[in-house]
């Protein structure tokens, strides 16, 4: 923890909350929750009356609740929802709201979709849902039995998968207001999330997840949060003790990396890889109910159907995406982080690069390397050869650069330090005090995002600043 003045040090301590409840870690308690089914009551009378008493409660039961809008801004909301020449939505990786028109919406969404690499339209959708659905019901079936050997789920667990009824996923697109303008629209460019809670391939991909998250805990460089890497940095810079004159930091980034994923490589890839650490992984599978863990056929077999079987619609027409895995899948983050590891760290170790230091975070990469522009221009050269499907790009910088909420900079005496960043698009809005939320949670957030501040500030001179504008009345 960050050293504090007393005065911050005290108003910190009056704000804090109670800590909450650490959440479940059984692979019931982890899966269950998207497929729970309603108690069987048919034969059990005392049951049934149970739940028809506490259904006429709850309908009966008055709530007292107060508005914190007014009449005029409820109505105006409501005029923005029902306006057909509009579409109101998240911005990506930022709290803000974009509004755009229909006609810009339809036409950011059909740029990604004439992408014939990428996705396919399909002319009878249900046709299509229907043979995901047996698939995925099957290997359901061939993941329960586990080649005979079971052990894997429990009957609750696989009836429940069963059950999961399924529909076609929309897409929708998150504007980059982060990101410059495409020249091409005239609007900001997109990113493609399908809304896959209710997919046919949401079953075997829940578990896959399940499966694969423990293989990414594994990995050397990943970076799970700001948190994470915080400490990375503060290991570093026990480690390295000050950064040589001559090396600049760099920030890489992969275009497109959710799409541009080879399916048949990187189920290949991910299944080895399953196979070779499964050991290492085994006791945190165990803990999690999974007694007898699938073989990696299965697994290839389970990451292959839920990549090739993701199905999407827009604009009242059905698509299937042909490569990489979808933004919206549970499992999609574990295979894109054990690709690029499999892919490129694995045989960054064998490269003759200068690399002094190497972080990444899904396609976020910041690394520190020599300055001079060959060495720069001969490390991306030798990324964009690893595979043809991942694009690379960088960005240079002498002194800071921003790295997920934070910015990484070197101080007079060339140490990594880091302090507080903020998109350009960041509104900085805050909860008014008069809003309809719990006490304990308005109570909460000024200690919240002075920690996050304490937290992140390296320097005692640059945290004090930051928390003492917090403080500043109005």
Same mark, same amino acid.
């Given at each position: 923890?960050?050293?504090?003045?007393?005065?911050?040090?005290?108003?910190?301590?009056?704000?804090?909350?109670?800590?909450?409840?650490?959440?479940?870690?059984?692979?019931?308690?982890?899966?269950?929750?998207?497929?729970?089914?309603?108690?069987?009551?048919?034969?059990?009378?005392?049951?049934?009356?149970?739940?028809?008493?506490?259904?006429?409660?709850?309908?009966?039961?008055?709530?007292?609740?107060?508005?914190?809008?007014?009449? /005029?801004?409820?109505?105006?909301?409501?005029?923005?929802?029902?306006?057909?020449?509009?579409?109101?939505?998240?911005?990506?990786?930022?709290?803000?709201?974009?509004?755009?028109?229909?006609?810009?919406?339809?036409?950011?969404?059909?740029?990604?979709?004439?992408?014939?690499?990428?996705?396919?339209?399909?002319? +009878?959708?249900?046709?299509?849902?229907?043979?995901?659905?047996?698939?995925?019901?099957?290997?359901?079936?061939?993941?329960?039995?586990?080649?005979?050997?079971?052990?894997?789920?429990?009957?609750?667990?696989?009836?429940?998968?069963?059950?999961?009824?399924?529909?076609?996923?929309?897409?929708?697109?998150?504007?980059?207001?982060?990101?410059?303008?495409?020249?091409?629209?005239?609007?900001?460019?997109?990113?493609?999330?399908?809304?896959?809670?209710?997919?046919?391939?949401?079953?075997? +991909?829940?578990?896959?997840?399940?499966?694969?998250?423990?293989?990414?805990?594994?990995?050397?460089?990943?970076?799970?949060?700001?948190?994470?890497?915080?400490?990375?940095?503060?290991?570093?810079?026990?480690?390295?003790?000050?950064?040589?004159?001559?090396?600049?930091?760099?920030?890489?980034?992969?275009?497109?990396?959710?799409?541009?994923?080879? *399916?048949?490589?990187?189920?290949?890839?991910?299944?080895?890889?399953?196979?070779?650490?499964?050991?290492?992984?085994?006791?945190?599978?165990?803990?999690?109910?999974?007694?007898?863990?699938?073989?990696?056929?299965?697994?290839?077999?389970?990451?292959?159907?839920?990549? *090739?079987?993701?199905?999407?619609?827009? +604009?009242?027409?059905?698509?299937?995406?042909?490569?990489?895995?979808?933004?919206?899948?549970?499992?999609?983050?574990?295979?894109?982080?054990?690709?690029?590891?499999?892919?490129?760290?694995?045989?960054?170790?064998?490269?003759?690069?200068?690399?002094?230091?190497?972080?990444?975070?899904?396609?976020?990469?910041?690394?520190?390397?020599?300055?001079?522009?060959?060495?720069?221009?001969?490390?991306?050269?030798?990324?964009?050869?690893?595979?043809?499907?991942?694009?690379?790009?960088?960005?240079?910088?002498?002194?800071?650069?921003?790295?997920?909420?934070?910015?990484?900079?070197?101080?007079?005496?060339?140490?990594? *330090?880091?302090?507080?960043?903020?998109?350009?698009?960041?509104?900085?809005?805050?909860?008014?005090?008069?809003?309809?939320?719990?006490?304990?949670?308005?109570?909460?957030?000024?200690?919240?995002?002075?920690?996050?501040?304490?937290?992140?500030?390296?320097?005692?001179?640059?945290?004090?600043?930051?928390? /003492?504008?917090?403080?500043?009345?109005?």
């Amino acid at each position: 923890m960050r050293k504090m003045d007393e005065a911050t040090d005290k108003w910190m301590g009056n704000q804090q909350p109670r800590p909450c409840r650490p959440p479940p870690s059984t692979l019931e308690s982890y899966l269950l929750p998207d497929f729970r089914q309603p108690p069987p009551t048919r034969k059990r009378p005392a049951l049934r009356r149970k739940v028809q008493a506490l259904k006429r409660e709850a309908r009966t039961t008055p709530f007292f609740t107060r508005e914190n809008l007014k009449k /005029g801004e409820r109505g105006a909301l409501k005029g923005l929802i029902h306006n057909p020449n509009i579409v109101a939505n998240k911005a990506d990786k930022s709290p803000s709201i974009v509004i755009m028109s229909t006609e810009n919406y339809r036409a950011a969404g059909m740029k990604h979709l004439k992408d014939e690499r990428t996705y396919e339209p399909i002319t +009878d959708g249900r046709a299509a849902l229907e043979q995901a659905q047996e698939r995925d019901k099957k290997l359901i079936l061939d993941l329960y039995r586990n080649e005979g050997r079971a052990g894997t789920m429990t009957v609750a667990l696989r009836d429940s998968f069963l059950k999961h009824k399924s529909r076609v996923p929309s897409i929708y697109f998150l504007p980059k207001t982060h990101k410059d303008l495409d020249p091409t629209t005239g609007t900001w460019k997109t990113r493609p999330v399908v809304s896959g809670c209710a997919a046919p391939t949401r079953p075997v +991909d829940k578990f896959l997840t399940a499966l694969l998250m423990p293989l990414v805990e594994l990995l050397p460089n990943r970076i799970k949060d700001t948190t994470h890497f915080l400490q990375k940095m503060e290991a570093l810079k026990d480690e390295l003790q000050e950064i040589p004159e001559d090396y600049r930091l760099v920030s890489l980034d992969i275009e497109s990396l959710y799409p541009s994923i080879p *399916q048949k490589e990187a189920a290949a890839r991910v299944s080895s890889f399953y196979g070779d650490r499964l050991p290492d992984i085994k006791d945190v599978l165990r803990n999690r109910g999974i007694r007898t863990p699938p073989s990696q056929a299965l697994i290839r077999k389970a990451i292959l159907h839920v990549m *090739q079987d993701t199905l999407l619609e827009f +604009d009242r027409r059905t698509y299937r995406q042909k490569t990489g895995t979808a933004i919206g899948a549970s499992v999609s983050v574990a295979i894109a982080e054990l690709f690029v590891y499999l892919t490129v760290e694995v045989r960054l170790k064998r490269a003759n690069l200068n690399l002094l230091v190497f972080c990444r975070s899904i396609e976020d990469i910041i690394c520190i390397i020599p300055g001079a522009e060959p060495e720069v221009q001969r490390t991306l050269t030798w990324l964009n050869g690893v595979n043809r499907a991942l694009r690379f790009t960088f960005e240079m910088e002498e002194k800071e650069l921003p790295f997920l909420n934070t910015k990484v900079y070197l101080d007079a005496k060339c140490c990594l *330090q880091t302090k507080t960043y903020y998109k350009p698009s960041h509104t900085h809005q805050f909860l008014l005090w008069t809003s309809a939320h719990p006490t304990s949670l308005r109570r909460s957030l000024p200690y919240s995002m002075a920690l996050r501040i304490k937290r992140i500030c390296s320097e005692t001179t640059e945290c004090s600043y930051n928390i /003492g504008h917090l403080r500043v009345p109005g």
